[in-house]
């Protein structure tokens, strides 16, 4: 089981090739701000058998930035993002990840800020602010304390911090395709007691999209997922604090 102190970037990427260095650069822009603070990092990628010429993009990522430490795991077929994130976990040098999809970037300036919460609170999932850019309206996710209305809709997205021995413990992400593997994941951590920490800051952006995941989650699977985990609606009617609030500057806000 990973045990190491430190950070490791996890981008799966599936045919991303025209997103990837936007992700890229923010990834490695954080890492070397964590650099400069002490703390070791990687930006690891997994292929998920890309053909849109990801691949060739990947192969020289190392050599255009030997500053940093870039991995890249190549599958040789497409097995789906939750098991192309599990071989990202398992793959990775250090304790925490930062999941970052292809279609993230993130706030380089902010990281330091995410990783002193996720080790000050030892909390298995810590998440931010992330602004949505793109075709439609700007927004905001994941932009308050986890409550529970979170088992009646997804709002916390999978971009967050997560530690990696909590995360397997928990099973790791469903592999079966379309089974919204990152509410599953929250979820699961959430019966198992995990404790979960919203920092009041901008993580990143999530640049949406035509036809992203997010638009494609069938009626069937949520209502699946609900009777799972909040069988008549028992949990989301308490309407309590799930996860708490942190901010390393500060200290425990709720």
């Known amino acids: 089981m990973v ?18 260095p936007r992700s890229v650069r923010s990834a490695l822009d954080g890492l070397r701000r964590l650099q400069a603070q ?3 990092g990687e930006l690891l990628v997994v292929d998920d058998a890309s053909r849109d010429g990801s691949q060739k993009y990947l192969f020289n990522l190392a050599a255009h930035y030997p500053d940093v430490a870039v991995r890249v795991v ?3 077929r497409n097995v789906g993002l939750g098991a192309a994130r599990n071989t990202g976990l398992t793959h990775a040098a250090y304790r925490h990840a930062c999941l970052l999809d292809a279609d993230n970037a993130l706030e380089p300036a902010n990281l330091w800020l995410f990783y002193r919460a996720a080790l000050e609170t030892g909390a298995a999932l810590t998440y931010g602010n992330l602004f949505v850019l793109g075709d ?3 927004d905001v996710l994941s932009n308050e304390p986890l409550q529970a209305r979170v088992y009646r809709q997804n709002y916390v997205d999978n971009f967050a911090l997560l530690d990696i021995p909590a995360a ?12 919204l593997e990152d509410w599953e994941l929250m979820m699961r951590l959430l019966a198992r007691g995990a ?4 920092v009041p800051a901008v993580l990143g952006y999530y640049h949406r999209l035509p036809g992203g995941l997010h638009t494609l989650a069938p009626e069937p699977l949520i ?10 609606e028992l949990r989301s009617r308490e309407g309590r604090l799930l996860g708490r609030m942190y901010h390393p500057d500060v200290g425990w806000l709720a």
């Open 168 to 179: 397997l413990a928990a099973g790791g992400y469903q592999t079966t395709r379309g089974l």
């Open 195 to 198: 404790l979960i920490v919203f």
């Open 3 to 20: 045990q190491r102190a430190g950070l490791s970037i996890l981008i799966p990427n599936w045919n991303h090739r025209f997103a990837l």
């Open 136 to 138: 439609t309206q700007p």
């Open 223 to 232: 209502q699946r997922l609900r009777r799972i985990f909040d069988q008549n």
């Open 74 to 76: 190549w599958l040789p």
């Open 38 to 40: 002490g703390v070791a």
